[in-house]
């Protein structure tokens, strides 16, 4: 037996209904990705190693791989620095709070540590 609903679907409710089923989706793969250890540090790395790329840095995924595994690497050491510091930075995140301020300017100073003068403050002059 169907029933007509007490009340009239409007586009509005199909397009919310949509997005709830894009977020419970978006939820449900980042919850195999927590589960998954293997795909977690996969992951990790991958993710390390591309925002490291688009700075021009030029370590492999298997160094990255080797520094978060306390590994000595070869390499660049202004590129080894780099990594060490956006991998510390990457373990933190989820501590700091995206809105922050102070959060901000606190991952400005361990993503630039030992690399640029004026690490976790706001620039005062042109770049």
Do not use: C
């Not at 397009?15 to 980042?30: H, R």
């Not at 995924?61 to 390499?75: C, F, K, L, S, Y």
């Amino acid at each position: 037996m169907i029933t007509t609903p007490p009340f009239n679907l409007t586009s509005k409710m199909v397009a919310s209904a949509i997005d709830v089923a894009g977020l419970i989706e978006q939820f449900t793969a980042s919850e195999k990705i927590s589960r998954n250890p293997v795909l977690r540090k996969t992951n990790h790395i991958k993710t390390i190693h591309g925002s490291l790329s688009i700075e021009q840095n030029t370590l492999s995924e298997d160094q990255i791989t080797a520094i978060i595994e306390g590994m000595h690497v070869t390499g660049p050491a202004k590129d080894i620095t780099e990594a060490e510091n956006a991998i510390e930075i990457y373990n933190l995140l989820e501590k700091l709070n995206p809105y922050s301020i102070d959060d901000l300017l606190y991952a400005h100073s361990i993503m630039t540590r030992n690399l640029i003068e004026d690490s976790g403050r706001f620039r005062n002059r042109g770049a």
